[in-house]
Every structure is written in C-alpha cells, then in structure tokens.
C-alpha cells in the first residue's frame, strides 16, 4: 500500500536550515506532482511547495526565496531544503501529492528558536 514517511525535522535557530526527506513507496513516484505541506495545531493543513513530474516548480509566498523543493526518482524521495528559517515556519511538515492525496504519513516536526 502506499506509505509516505518524512524525516528531518528537528529544532534550530533562527536563521538556520534544515533539510526534509519525504521517502515514498507503493506507488509510480515519478508520474506524481508532490508538494510540501505543514500544519500548526488549531490551523489547518497549508501547502508550502510544489513540484511537477517535469521539474517545474512553485512555493507559497511565504517561503518563496527560502525554500527549494527537489526530487529523487531513482529513490523515490522528495526533499526539502529549507534556509533563512524563522520562528513562524515551525509546524509539522508533510509531503503528498498535489492532488489527489494519498494517506497522510505522520510529518515531521520542525521547531524554530528565536
């Protein structure tokens, strides 16, 4: 069945970075547009990036310039490198498709320090 695990959070400082891995299984990686998606308790579940099967790629304004999005298909895996971090960006961080989501797997936590 199809699984979506992601990795890489963890907390830092203002100003820092961090890298998420979003590792996905039991289905054709490579024909999916995925994105980056985070939530905040009592908030919902916002999109952060996005990006096609061609390579194209799109980000909320508030990460714009901060965030790249990026893909492995031979691994199966999205990433996210994330700089310039600041205390507003911490949430749990999720990947799925853009449409069409598969089950939620359990996000990553992502704490920004001020």
């Known amino acids: 069945q199809v699984q979506l695990v992601e990795s890489g959070g963890g907390l830092v400082q203002a100003g820092g970075s961090l890298r998420l891995s979003c590792a996905a299984s039991?289905?054709?990686?490579?024909?999916?547009?995925w994105g980056w998606y985070r939530q905040t308790p009592g908030k919902q579940r916002e999109w952060v990036a996005g990006l096609t099967s061609g390579g194209s790629t799109n980000y909320a304004n508030s990460v714009k310039g901060r965030f790249t999005i990026s893909r492995d298909n031979a691994k199966n895996t999205v990433y996210l490198q994330m700089s310039s971090l600041k205390p507003e960006d911490t949430a749990v961080y999720y990947c799925?498709?853009?449409?069409?989501?598969?089950?939620w797997g359990q996000g990553t936590q992502v704490t920004v320090s001020s």
């Open positions: 799925n498709r853009r449409t069409g989501w598969y089950p």
């Open positions: 039991g289905m054709i990686f490579s024909i999916n547009a």
